[in-house]
């Protein structure tokens, strides 16, 4: 729980919260495991209403359920099966869903040094207030989550092959895809298309 006693951004007034967060892992067998997940969270919000220029402040509550299965059928092969659930809502609103599945595949080569991590997940989202937030593997030094909103697909496919101690080669493809839009973003990095791709390519030397 917790209190501000001023104002902070989106928040006109002081406000309180919360957030509750459990997880419980369980083995199934030697080489699978189910994990649970849940996360709450409430806390104030700016509600304007158009007949009047006044904010006041109510409260917005976030829910978030995951369910993930790891398997490892083969050395240096790992599966992760997982299905996310969120609902969102404020005191005056009606509440707003989200859900994504998605299957991951990685392969580390036991006698070989190179590595693979591909994703494929399709989702559903009312809005952006029931987003869906996933971690994605990509090269080092580089942080790389996407925000899942509206209705589609996404597929991700990462590899890195170390040559030698000193030399490492790393390539990303990633595609987006759309089912309800016909343009993504807007302004200058406005694309004219219900899918976008992006395509990285990293060479790292050490010294």
């Given at each position: ?24 892992t369980r ?107 996933m971690a ?64 990285k390519l ?6």
């Amino acid at each position: 729980m917790y209190r501000f006693p001023t104002e902070k951004y989106q928040v006109a007034a002081p406000s309180t919260g919360n957030e509750i967060y459990l997880m419980l892992t369980r083995p199934i067998t030697a080489k699978s495991t189910i994990e649970l997940c849940y996360r709450n969270k409430e806390r104030g919000r700016n509600n304007h209403q158009e007949e009047t220029p006044i904010y006041h402040v109510e409260q917005c509550y976030r829910q978030q359920a995951e369910v993930r299965l790891s398997y490892i059928p083969a050395d240096g092969w790992t599966l992760v099966t997982r299905a996310i659930q969120t609902w969102y809502h404020t005191e005056s609103s009606e509440v707003s869903h989200g859900f994504a599945i998605s299957q991951d595949i990685r392969y580390r080569a036991p006698h070989c040094p190179l590595t693979l991590s591909a994703r494929y997940v399709l989702f559903d989202i009312d809005d952006y207030d029931s987003r869906i937030i996933m971690a994605e593997s990509d090269f080092i030094y580089e942080s790389n989550s996407t925000q899942l909103m509206n209705k589609g697909y996404r597929f991700y496919l990462w590899a890195k092959y170390e040559l030698g101690e000193h030399l490492s080669i790393g390539l990303r493809y990633s595609i987006s895809q759309y089912a309800n839009l016909s343009s993504i973003s807007s302004g200058h990095d406005k694309i004219e298309s219900s899918h976008k791709q992006n395509i990285k390519l990293q060479v790292r030397v050490k010294f």
